[in-house]
Structure formats: C-alpha cells, structure tokens
C-alpha cells in the first residue's frame, strides 16, 4: 500500500503525503471508509498521523499510544514519532530533515478531511520552509481497491420524554446565536452537533450515536444533506414540520458554493474543513466563531441532569451485577482481559434504555493497565484466573461506559485480585487523592477549564509523578463520551472552554507504571452552583460572583483495599465514605442477591 501511495505521489510530483485521523466531519471515531490512516500503517490507535515521503514514513502520536504503535508498527518501515508538543511544529520539522532538494515541495493532503484551523496553521509552517501544501486530492483514493462505502445505516429519532427540548426551540435558540453574531447562515459539519440539533440519532460511527451528514441552517429555512435511504416518510415529515428540508449528501458542496453573496456564514474553525471553507463563494462574508449548538449542548437542562443521573443508577446496577460475579468467579472459573469485557457488556444490555457501549472498554491486568489506551484482543490478552486458581495478582484496571437513551457513561476503576503490594497500594492512594482534590473543589463561574488541571495533579506532583493524558474531558448527552469545549488539560485556556452550570465532564487523574501496573480512577461530574453562603465568607459571597462545585454522578464503589489509610486525611475520608452511603442508597433499590450482597461489601466505611 504504501508502496502504491509513493507511485501515485511521483505521479503526481508530490513529495510527501499527510494522513490525518480525520473524516469529513472531523470526528474522532471514524466510519470505515475513512479510516485511511489504519488502512495504510496499520496503527489502530484513534489520533494519529501519518506521513509518507519517497523512502521515509512516520506515525506522529501521543503517550497514549506509544506502546501500541511501537508493536503495530513493527516491520512496517513506517518509523513511530512520539509528539510531546505541538503537532504541526513536529509535522514541519520532519519534512524540513528530509532536505528535499526541490525548490518548493510539495506536500500532499485531502483538504476534505483536514479541519480549517489546522491547514491555515499548516500551511504557514510550511512555507517558512519553501513547502506548499497541496489540498485539492484525496492522495488514497485512487489506490485503494474496493474502498468501502459511507455507511448508510437508518436515522431514528431521539424522542420525549428523553429528548425534552424540542427541534423547534433549538432552532429558533440557534438563530437568535446568529443575529447575536452578525449572521445569517451557519454550516454544521460535526456530527454532534447535528444530530443534537436536530434530535436525531444514528449509527455510522462506532460508540458514537450519530450519522453522516451536514446542515445548512439560516435564519428563516434549514437544510439537512444525508444520503437518501437514511430517512423514513415520517421522520422527513417531523423534519418539514420544523421547517427542515432534505436533501441528498451529495448536494452539500453545491449548496454550500450556491450561497447568496449578501450572505454571512457562521463557521467554527476548528469544526470544519479546509475542503468546506474553499467552497465558500469568494463574495461570501465568513465570521469564524465557535458552533453555537457547541456551546449549547455542553449545558445540559435541568431535565437532561435528571435523566443522566438516572443512567447512571442503571449503569451502577450493571457494574454491581459484573463484579458480583467477577469477584466470585475468580479462582473458580477461566477468567481473561476479554471475559472481562464480554460480561460486563452483557449486564449493560440488560439495563433499561441501553443502546450500546460509549467506547470500546479497557480491561488492563498489571502491565496491560500501564497502557492508558489498551484494548484486549483474540491474539493477545491477559489470564486473571482458571479453575485451578488465581493466574496472577495485581491490579485490574477497567475503563468502561455505555450510552443510554438517557446519557452517556464513562468511569474507570482499578481492583485488586490477590493481595495489592504496598507500593501498589501507595500509587492508588496518590491517584484517588487526585481525584478528590479536583471533585471537592470550587471555583468561580466561568474559570477556563485548564486552569483545574493541576488541583488533581496536585498530590502526584507533590511525589514528583505524572500522567500524560488530560485530567478531564467533556461528555455528551446520549452523544459523543468526548464533547467540547471544555477540557480539563494542560491545552492552552481559550474563552470558550469556561466552566457553566450543566457541564458533564470526567475527573481521571492516573499514575502508569510500563511492564508493571497502570491507575486510574475516573468518576463524570456536572457543574452546578454553590448555594449562597450564610456566614458571606465561603464561596457562594455575591460579592466574589457565582461559583460552581462538582456533583458526582458516577455510581460505582471504589476499592478500599488498594488504600493505604495512612496517606488520606480525615477529610478525605469522609467525602470517600460519603460518596459510598450515596453509591449504597442509589443503588440498593436495582440489585438483589449476590449483587447486593456485593454493594453493601464494598460499600463498608472505612
């Protein structure tokens, strides 16, 4: 393949081909027709780019996924380049070591699948150093045989009582954005948002409940392009009703050239391509804001909390049900990294209201868990426990979640199977202060979500420890497990990552120990306001404005018995044994038997 990919660029003159992890809508779980990367390096991994020059190749990934692309990578001639910083400052600097000696190279990219933000930043690097970047191809489809086709999978309907806020109200919310703006169209590319928009939901993306497609929205019609087939009669005349009118995937680059020229379109740089903007007519004036519905969807209502937290009573249920058995079935029955995986899936789907998994779930025994992205496959996997005994002790990460019609789930938790060693102990109790640090705080209503990254990193920092992921990332409402804007990171604070009341985000802080054990212990909180104070000394003073806390909504006990007590405070303590009285009092109504007899055990105060 990458063979074919050189003949096509001498062909074509280029001297270098980039590769993103992207498709049309930008998203991060890719429809198989775009998963171009994996196609030609075989890396898996879910961010990643390639590179392809005439005798060289490279993945440009980060420390998530350093272990697993070494391995999948290996033999490919394709070499792993390990980001610690900026992207395109790395992308550059490894076209500038080629020392092409052409007076201006060229470096090829399907500007369809390439983000706006990205190729303006690109394409100013490069031509600091005599590159042009060339967006006009898509440089792998003419050598890719049989590609496979956008999916085609049917909408459905995200309906009452679950969906309470109805098309129409978000339309019109959306419109009052764009005069607010200075606009009178606006172009949705990112699924999310679409499907959000409009209260539709879909199946094209794995884990992901959103389908393929764009909307043009103005302030007095909307369009939505999806391909034919997608839609029945009745949702299409539900659609009319609110003023939506269908039509074709294919007409969305027509329609969008077709503007008026008195036109003034809304876009987000960051949430469409390079190949959307260019069809933009030149008479077109462009405000690049942040989507409205971004901003929207990320605070949720008072009746979509309500039905989150009910998810997550179910999603506690399920977990109850798994470890019961999980726990009993060890030393007594084959037990694996995959059986792990396939049981814990099944007592999910029993749960009312489940659609499918929100991501691909992590089950990472000792050194499998040190690797914050591992995934178990059919050719490799772990032992934890045949019927002859325990295959090992240590630590068993499992990072795991579901979407429900009601919300979407993401948690993470680290069990000890056998007796944990005290260094292990030691790391889990550093991990778990982290993540109290960060649920306990308080802070001021609009704080750049950045700024709380280092409240969770505080008590590892102290050890002079360090995880590489971020602390926290934004969750969907029966959407994607990863949602903007906010970001509890080390990225760099922009306006429109500040804290709102509604927010849903995870707090997972982790400490990884390669070829020993890997932590992390990871709850989804929301925002919501502190009650004034009566003493006007605490957070809540009007006169200091308004301040948010963090609600835990994650439903599941954590494992005591990695603790070492004498590392925790007292208050510490006490949030922990409270949070497991609320794990206990949620969850008690939806087990019984041996899941019960679970929860109340591991639910003890310590």
Known sequence: ??????????????????????DPHLSEYLPERWQTREWLSGFTGSSGTLIVADSQAAVFT????????????????????????????????????????????????DGAVLALAMTQSLSNALAAENWTLVTSHDPVDAIWPNRPAAPLVPVYEHKLPHASTPRADKLAALRQALISKGATHHWIATLDDLAWVLNLRGADVDYNPVFVGHALISLDSATLFVAPGKLSADIQARLAADGVQCQPYEQALPALRALPLHARLLIDPKRITWGLREAVPAGVAVIESINPTTLAKSRKTDAEAA???????????????????????????????????????AERTKQPGFVSLSFPTIAGFNANGALPHYRATPDSFAVLSTPQGLAAQGLLLI????????????????WAIGTPTKAQQRDFTLVLKGTLALSRARYPRGTLSPMLDSIARGPLWAEGIDFGHGTGHGVGYFLNVHEGPQSISKAVPEANMAMHPGMITSIEPGLYRPKQWGIRIENLVINVPVAPSVTNT????????EYLAFETLSLCPIDTRCIDLSLLRTDEVEWLNGYHAQVLKRLRPLVSGAALAWLEKRTQPI
């Open 1 to 22: 393949r990458l063979a074919a990919l050189r003949q096509h660029m001498n062909q074509q003159g280029w001297q270098a081909c980039l590769v993103p992890s992207s």
């Open 307 to 345: 039905f989150v937290r009910e998810a997550m009573e179910r999603d506690g249920a399920a977990m109850c049900a798994f470890y019961a058995w999980f726990e009993s079935a060890l030393g007594r029955e084959h037990v694996s990294e995959l059986t792990v995986d396939e049981r814990l899936t």
């Open 538 to 545: 605490a957070p809540g003073d009007p006169e200091h404005g």
């Open 62 to 109: 980060d420390s998530r996924y350093w272990a697993q692309a070494e391995a999948e990578l290996a033999g490919s001639g394709i070499a792993l380049f390990k980001l610690e910083g900026a992207a395109v400052s790395a992308h550059v600097a490894w076209l500038k070591a080629l020392n092409v000696m052409t007076p201006q190279a060229q470096l090829a990219v």
């Open 399 to 414: 990072d795991s979640g579901a979407q429900y019609l009601g919300g979407t789930t993401d948690i993470t938790r680290v």
